[in-house]
C-alpha cells in the first residue's frame, strides 16, 4: 500500500494503547486532520480491522457495514442455504432469464 503517513500512524499507535487498557475499548480510528475512518470494530468477531475490510454502507454513521466481509459472507452463506434465501435464488433467476429472452440487458 506504500508509506504511511504519520497521521495514520499516531492513530494506530493510539488505538495499540486503547487495547491494552480493558476498559477504553476503542470502536473507531479516526484521522485527525482529513476527518477520514482508519479502522473499525466489526459488531460480529469483534476484531478491529481495517476500513478495507468492510463493504461500504452509504445509510451508516460513518460510511462503512457494521459487519466485515468475512462475517458478512458467513451471514449470506447461512442465509441462502434457509428457505428464504432459496426463493431469493430463484426468484433473480427468473428475472434474468425473463431479461435474456426479451431481449434486454441484464443489470
Request: charged share 35%; aromatic share 8%.
Amino acid at each position: 500500500m506504500g508509506k504511511k503517513s504519520k497521521q495514520v500512524k499516531a492513530a494506530l499507535k493510539n488505538l495499540e494503547k486503547a487495547w491494552a487498557n480493558p476498559r477504553r475499548r476503542v470502536k473507531r480510528v479516526w484521522a485527525r486532520d482529513n476527518k477520514q475512518l482508519i479502522s473499525k470494530e466489526c459488531s460480529k468477531c469483534k476484531k478491529v480491522k481495517n476500513v478495507a475490510e468492510f463493504y461500504k454502507n452509504r445509510s451508516a454513521k460513518d460510511g462503512v457495514d457494521h459487519y466485515c466481509r468475512e462475517c458478512n459472507l458467513e451471514r449470506m452463506r447461512r442465509y441462502i442455504k434457509t428457505e428464504y434465501g432459496i426463493l431469493t435464488q430463484q426468484r433473480a433467476y427468473r428475472m434474468r432469464l425473463m431479461r435474456k429472452h426479451a431481449g434486454l440487458s441484464s443489470g
